[in-house]
């Protein structure tokens, strides 16, 4: 099994940047194609990126040019850089883990374990 602990949320102003740490711990990491969802209140979880090992990553058009998702295999860590944040930015993030095919990165079902969540609040 594997466990997933999301850090770095906070509150930041609009145009501000935040960078979202997701560390895991089980299973073999290098492995896995690790995502980044979020959820705002009274919203579906929706996607935000994903990336695996040797694998372009794929984002969301909302987030494309802004938001940047990098790993370290040694460390077991994803992360996800966030430019320019935007206050419909405003979400918890989620980092969760899933060996499906690229196609299917965009869809929450195909993942298999999940984070707490951490809070990005964007100010305008």
């Known amino acids: 099994q594997v466990q997933l602990v999301e850090s770095g949320g906070g509150l930041v102003q609009a145009g501000g940047s935040l960078r979202l740490s997701c560390a895991a711990s089980?299973?073999?990491?290098?492995?896995?194609?690790l995502g980044w969802f979020r959820q705002a209140p009274g919203k579906e979880r929706e996607f935000v990126a994903a990336g695996r090992s040797g694998s372009y990553p794929l984002y969301a058009d909302s987030v494309k040019g802004r938001f940047s998702i990098s790993r370290d295999n040694a460390k077991n860590t994803v992360f996800l850089d966030m430019n320019n944040l935007q206050p419909e930015d405003t979400a918890a993030y989620y980092c969760a883990v899933t060996r499906v095919v690229r196609s299917s990165w965009r869809e929450v079902g195909q993942y298999y374990y999940w984070g707490q969540g951490t809070q990005v609040t964007v100010s305008s």
């Open positions: 089980g299973g073999t990491f290098s492995t896995y194609t």
